[in-house]
């Protein structure tokens, strides 16, 4: 098992910046991989960014691009998510997930196996 705690989450105002922890804990392996994602009212979850921990190839959507950034901090097992120009359609519940593996794949969220429970972002107009 793998246990994940995310934190970071606030009220900030459009143009603003967060970043987001993600704390990784369990039974991790060399192939691990960790991703961001946010859920909005009424939406799907969507994947915003992933991050390949042993060697730091990383994915970005393309909405995303540009304003957040992922990163590891091997040492403290913990994958940041830098937002920055936040807008207020950036608004969502963000979650942190892992998976055992990298490739094409983390795209569908499906394939990650595990889950933090959330933080919520808000971000004010």
């Known amino acids: 098992q793998v246990q994940l705690v995310e934190s970071g989450g606030g009220l900030v105002q459009a143009g603003g910046s967060l970043r987001l922890s993600c704390v990784v804990s369990?039974?991790?392996?060399?192939?691990?991989?960790v991703g961001w994602f946010r859920q909005s009212p009424g939406k799907e979850r969507d994947i915003l960014a992933a991050?390949?921990?042993?060697?730091?190839?990383?994915y970005y959507e393309h909405s995303v691009k540009g304003r957040f950034t992922i990163s590891r901090d091997k040492v403290k097992n913990t994958v940041y998510l830098q937002m920055n120009s936040l807008k207020p359609e950036d608004t969502a519940v963000y979650y942190c997930?892992?998976?055992?593996?990298?490739?094409?794949?983390?795209?569908?969220?499906?394939?990650?196996?595990?889950w933090g429970q959330g933080t919520q972002v808000t971000v004010s107009s």
């Open positions: 369990g039974r991790t392996s060399n192939s691990l991989s």
């Open positions: 991050i390949a921990t042993s060697h730091g190839n990383s």
């Open positions: 997930a892992a998976l055992q593996s990298w490739g094409p794949h983390i795209v569908d969220i499906g394939k990650w196996e595990y």
